[in-house]
């Protein structure tokens, strides 16, 4: 009886306690994930205008492109112009304190921008800027 109660007593000891390990693993996991920067892109490749004057945007929610097709991209989705403000303000909900970047391709007619303004103006949206590349 004495020997069942001493193996007993090492079977105990010899486990191994993951638990912390587990902790640290998901403590870094977390860690990755908030200081992760997330690069929104447009969906479409566009040749930006030329200005001589820049000013980089810190918070952007939005980013829409016009590729110089007419087309209207946001988040690498094809969008109508009907639909452009249903997107923006679901968009603009999940990240109320950024902005919107229009990212208009030098040969895009100008009614698609104005579209697009004017689907930011109905959405409340205040910050609004079109995106240039430096000279």
């Known amino acids: 009886m004495a020997q069942s109660g001493r193996f007993a007593s090492q079977d105990e000891d010899s486990d191994i ?3 912390p390990m587990l902790d640290v693993v998901f403590i870094m996991l977390i860690f990755f994930i908030v200081t992760a920067t997330f690069i ?3 969906g479409a490749t566009v040749r930006r205008p030329d200005a001589e004057t820049d000013i ?3 918070t952007v929610s939005v980013l829409v492109a016009i590729d110089a097709a007419g087309t209207i991209w946001i988040d690498k989705k094809r969008i109508e112009p009907t639909g452009v403000r249903a997107q923006i303000e679901r968009l603009h909900a999940e ?3 950024g902005g919107l970047v229009i990212q208009a391709d030098r040969d895009a007619k100008f009614e698609k ?3 697009v303004l004017d689907a930011a103006q109905g959405a409340k949206i205040t910050q ?3 995106s240039t590349q430096k000279d």
């Open 17 to 19: 306690n993951l638990t």
């Open 40 to 42: 929104k892109q447009p």
């Open 56 to 58: 980089q945007k810190p």
């Open 95 to 97: 990240n109320p304190k």
């Open 113 to 115: 921008l104005k579209a």
């Open 128 to 130: 609004v800027a079109i």
